[in-house]
Structures are given as structure tokens and as C-alpha cells.
């Protein structure tokens, strides 16, 4: 029989990529969000492509009345848990909203899986779980605590120790005992090729794929490059940007990983390309895709960047047997497919 997946989140940009993937895959999905920062475009799209109705619940994850009823109309086997707010720069003007919603809604969605068998879950984590402590002699003042640069980011790290303490604890020992795959992700971008789903965040763009886009279809004047003078080889910052279509194709591995586990299991896994780019690399790439120029200017570097991260991928190819197959010029050709098409995304 056909494993039913609950997704939590799956209105927004990776999860709705991700519920194509599984429904092609023939997972049965039931999809649960509160829409705070997606739209029931998204839905619509999805159905669209895979040819048939999502099961979709408008309700917050956090409301374990809600998740209870969900869960016992469909007896999930498994969890993918998208939900949570992810704008790190908000997340610092507003660190209460974000700790409230990311927590609440693990801890919330741990207990309603526990009353119902449901032992299997997918988490979205984060590159920015990463830091970097080098001395040991610690001092107060100069040596890095275990923090990441933002609420945001806290609230991943914060996460995946509340999956592994309860993976560890004896809270589900009367079930299966808790297994538990942790994706930390690098940078997403892309858009699925039919050019129908993709990335529709709300007011001006953080990110720097999207605020090009929004640039190239003329809705923004022009790119902000923040900083040209790193230690990189053009100056710009260097990261691991992975096509949202790889991405969502990692949970489907990161499921086949988890379902062959039993008793306690927690494992935290990079979904990257291990390849990095800079901001000019994906800046010309995109200038290909839509073939024009795209203004910019140079402006001052943007606080909490670092230089260059990008991801060790040799643990996904291991133990997911999982290996990215698209490249940089195909992201930005599908966000660009995607912008085009929708000017406005799913408005
Ligand atoms: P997104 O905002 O597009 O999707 C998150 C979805 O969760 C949205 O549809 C939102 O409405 C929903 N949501 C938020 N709180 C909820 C709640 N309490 N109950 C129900 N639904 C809720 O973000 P995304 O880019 O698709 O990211 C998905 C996950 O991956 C997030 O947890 C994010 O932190 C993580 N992540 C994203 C990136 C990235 O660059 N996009 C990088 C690393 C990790
Ligand atoms: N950038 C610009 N101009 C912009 C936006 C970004 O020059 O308008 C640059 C940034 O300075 C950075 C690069 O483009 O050098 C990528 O920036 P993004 O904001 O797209 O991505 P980040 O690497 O800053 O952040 C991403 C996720 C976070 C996550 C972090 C670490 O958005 O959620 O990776 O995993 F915390």
C-alpha cells in the first residue's frame, strides 16, 4: 500500500516542490499550512501539474486540536516538517514571533505524532546551524558561543535538539522509538520546469534569487550587490546554491533512508551541490537566461554575511545515495521561466 506523507508547510516554496515530487513518486499527501506566508495558488499549482486534488488543511501546526483531527482521518506514516517562518532579518526585529512559531509547531506537531504511532519524521534545517568556534582557551568576550547569527537560525539549532533530546528521551519507547532525518539545507533557488510553481515571497525579496527576478520582470528597479570587496576571487560572496527540484528529490531519499530505520534513530544530513558561486556567477548566469542586461550596483556589504559557505555533500551521496543533477545555468533558466511566466507569481 501507498505511504500516506504529511507536510507540513507544503504551500510555500521547497514543500510545494516537494509535494509534486512525492505525489509523482506515488506517495499519498496531505498537505497542512496556515498560508502566513504562501498562497492557495500554490496548491492549485501543484494540482495542476500532478493531475489531481492535493489534500490541503488551512490550520497552523502549532494547533494540536487541528493536527489530531488530520491525523486521525489519514494515519500518516510519515512527516515532512516544512512549517516555520524563515526570514532571518525579520527574524531579528521580531524574535518572539519566531521562536513562538518554530518551536510551538514542533513541539506541538512531537506530541500529536506520538498519540497517533506516527514515529518518522523529515526536518527542514539549515547551512546556518553551522559555526565556528576554532580556539580553546574560551574567553567571554571573544570566543563564539554555541549561537547562530540570528533568532532564525537559533530557532533550526534549537529544533534539532529538540528532535534528537526526544529521539534520545523515553517518550516514544512505547511505540517504535523516534527516528529522525535532519536536511540542512544550503541555497535553494529554481522553479519546477513547467514554470508554474516557484518561489512568490511575500513584499520585497531578501534573497538573491528572487530580488533578480523581480528586478528582470521590472518590478524592482535594480540589484543591490552587497559587497565586492570579500576575500573571494571576484569579491562577491561565494555560496551553495541547489535547484529547489534536487532539493525536494533529497526528502524523497531522506524518506527511503528514514523508512529503513528503526528504534532511535536522529541523523542530520547536507543537501547541497558542494559546489559554490559567487554573486556575479549567478548574477551572469541569470543575464543568459533572460537575455538582457539586469542594472545593479555595487553597495556596501550586508551585516551577518559570510564570506563563502558551501556544502561537504559526500554524506548525502553515502547514505542517501543522493548526488544533485542540475546546474547553475538550469536554476536560474526555471526561476526566470517562472518569473516570466508569472509576473506577479500566484496573484
Ligand atoms: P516558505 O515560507 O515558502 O514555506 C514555509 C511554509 O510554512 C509557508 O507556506 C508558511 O505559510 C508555512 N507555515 C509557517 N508557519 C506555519 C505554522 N505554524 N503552521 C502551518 N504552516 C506554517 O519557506 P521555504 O523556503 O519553503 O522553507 C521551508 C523550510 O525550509 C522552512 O522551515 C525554512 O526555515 C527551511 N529552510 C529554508 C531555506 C531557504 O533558503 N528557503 C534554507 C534553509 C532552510
Ligand atoms: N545578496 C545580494 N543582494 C541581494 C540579496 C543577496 O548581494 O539583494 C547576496 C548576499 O550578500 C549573499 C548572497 O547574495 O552573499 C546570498 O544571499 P541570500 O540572502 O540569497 O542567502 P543567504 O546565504 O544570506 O541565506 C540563506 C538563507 C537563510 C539561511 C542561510 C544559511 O536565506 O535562510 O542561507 O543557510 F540561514
Known amino acids: 500500500m501507498n505511504k500516506t506523507i504529511l507536510v507540513t508547510g507544503g504551500a510555500g516554496y521547497i514543500g510545494s516542490h516537494t509535494v509534486v515530487e512525492l505525489i509523482q513518486a506515488d506517495y499519498k499527501v496531505v498537505v497542512v499550512d496556515n498560508l502566513y506566508n504562501s498562497s492557495i495558488g500554490a496548491i492549485q499549482a501543484i494540482s495542476g501539474i500532478v493531475g489531481q486534488k492535493v489534500i490541503f488543511y488551512e490550520a ?12 486521525t482521518k489519514h494515519s500518516p506514516d510519515a512527516v515532512i516538517h516544512f512549517a516555520g517562518y524563515k526570514a532571518v532579518a525579520e527574524s531579528v526585529v521580531k524574535p518572539l514571533l519566531y521562536y513562538r512559531n518554530n518551536l510551538d509547531s514542533t513541539i506541538s506537531l512531537l506530541e500529536v505524532m506520538r498519540e497517533h504511532n506516527c514515529t518518522q519524521l ?6 546556518t546551524v553551522y559555526l565556528d ?23 533550526k539549532l534549537v529544533q534539532e535538539y529538540i ?20 536536511l540542512r539545507y544550503f541555497n535553494p533557488i529554481g522553479a519546477h520546469s513547467s514554470g508554474d510553481l516557484g518561489e512568490d515571497p511575500n513584499g520585497i525579496p531578501n534573497n538573491l534569487a528572487p530580488y533578480i527576478t523581480q528586478v528582470a520582470v521590472g518590478r524592482l ?10 576575500n573571494t576571487p571576484d569579491g562577491t560572496c561565494l555560496r551553495d546554491y541547489i535547484h529547489v527540484v534536487d532539493l525536494a528529490k533529497g526528502h524523497l531519499s531522506g524518506l527511503e533512508y528514514l523508512f529503513k530505520q528503526s528504534g532511535k534513530f536522529f541523523d542530520a544530513i547536507n ?7 559567487s554573486v556575479f ?5 541569470f543575464v543568459k537566461a533572460v537575455g538582457r542586461k539586469i542594472p545593479y550596483k555595487v553597495v556596501s556589504r550586508r551585516d551577518g554575511d559570510l564570506p563563502e559557505f558551501y556544502a561537504d555533500p559526500s554524506k548525502a551521496e553515502a547514505v542517501l545515495s543522493f548526488v544533485t543533477k542540475l546546474d547553475l545555468d538550469k536554476m536560474t533558466a ?8 508569472h509576473p506577479n507569481g500566484f496573484n
Not at 497552523?60 to 491525523?71: E, P
Not at 576554532?134 to 549561537?147: G, M, Q
Not at 534528537?164 to 528521551?169: K, M, P, Y
Open 163 to 182: 528532535l534528537e533530546d526526544t529521539v534520545h528521551g523515553e517518550q516514544f519507547d512505547n511505540l517504535s522509538g523516534l527516528q529522525v532525518v535532519s
Open 271 to 277: 543537501l547541497g551541490t558542494g559546489k559554490p558561486a
Open 281 to 285: 556567477d549567478v548574477l551572469h548566469s
Open 60 to 71: 497552523d501546526c502549532a494547533d494540536k486540536k487541528i493536527l489530531h483531527k488530520i491525523m
Open 122 to 127: 523529515v526536518f527542514s534545517s539549515s547551512a
Open 221 to 230: 528597479e535594480q540589484l543591490q550587490i552587497f559587497g565586492d570587496n570579500y
Open 133 to 155: 568556534a576554532k580556539e580553546v582557551k574560551y574567553n567571554e568576550a571573544t570566543t563564539k558561543t554555541n549561537r547562530p547569527f540570528s533568532p532564525y537560525g537559533t530557532t
Open 334 to 341: 526555471d526561476s526566470w521561466n517562472w518569473q516570466s511566466k
